[in-house]
Structures are given as C-alpha cells and as structure tokens.
C-alpha cells in the first residue's frame, strides 16, 4: 500500500529554518506531482509548494516564495521542503501530498490522490 511518511517538524525561533521531508514508497514515485499543504488551527487546508514530476518546475504560495524551496530525490522517492526566515504564522500541521502525473500547476488539496500523516512546525515569536 502507498505510505507517505512525514519527518523535520518542530519547534523553531522565528527567523530560524527547518526541513521537512516526505519518503514515499508503494507507488512509483517518479511520475507523480509532489506538494505541500498546511493546515492552522480553525483554517482550511492551504496550498504551500508543488514540483512538477516531469520538469523539477516548482511552484510557490505567495506566503512562502522566496522562504520556502520544495525538492525532491526520485531515487529515493523522497521529497523535501526547505523553510527559512520561519514566521509565526508558518505555524500549522505541514502535509506532503502526490498527485499521479498532472503537467499543470496544482494548488487544491483535492487535486493530489495521496497525503501524509502531518508534522507540526510552530515559529514562537
């Protein structure tokens, strides 16, 4: 079965920088669009990050673009997502998601088939 399993959330100091990062297995990594979301307490669902499976093309919330690089390893079916300059209102449960194929841009949870377990990230001011 498809497993998506989140690590590299925490408790950081604004300003400072974390790491996620998504290992996938079950499923052929490759061909599959990789995002992010995150979710803040008594807010939907939003729309962080997504790479392209076929172009390495990352695409970016306004929140985050020039903080925030999405990557990704196929060879280890994993992703990653690189936050620095962290704000406290960064602070959310952070998801990977995948999305089989898909040459377009991507920003609508409903649009990706798999997702993690979640990792909190909170910023303290």
């Known amino acids: 079965q498809v497993q998506l399993v989140e690590s590299g959330g925490g408790l950081v100091q604004a300003g400072g920088s974390l790491r996620l990062s998504c290992a996938a297995s079950?499923?052929?990594?490759?061909?599959?669009?990789t995002g992010w979301f995150r979710q803040a307490p008594g807010k939907e669902r939003e729309f962080v990050a997504a790479?392209?499976?076929?172009?390495?093309?990352?695409y970016y919330a306004d929140s985050v673009k020039g903080r925030f690089t999405i990557s990704r390893d196929n060879a280890k079916s994993t992703m990653f997502l690189q936050m620095n300059t962290l704000k406290p209102e960064d602070t959310a449960v952070y998801y990977c998601?995948?999305?089989?194929?898909?040459?377009?841009?991507?920003?609508?949870?409903?649009?990706?088939?798999?997702w993690g377990q979640g990792t909190q990230v909170t910023v303290s001011s």
């Open positions: 998601a995948l999305k089989y194929g898909g040459g377009g841009v991507y920003r609508l949870p409903n649009e990706y088939d798999y």
């Open positions: 079950g499923l052929t990594f490759s061909i599959y669009t």
């Open positions: 790479i392209r499976y076929n172009s390495g093309y990352g």
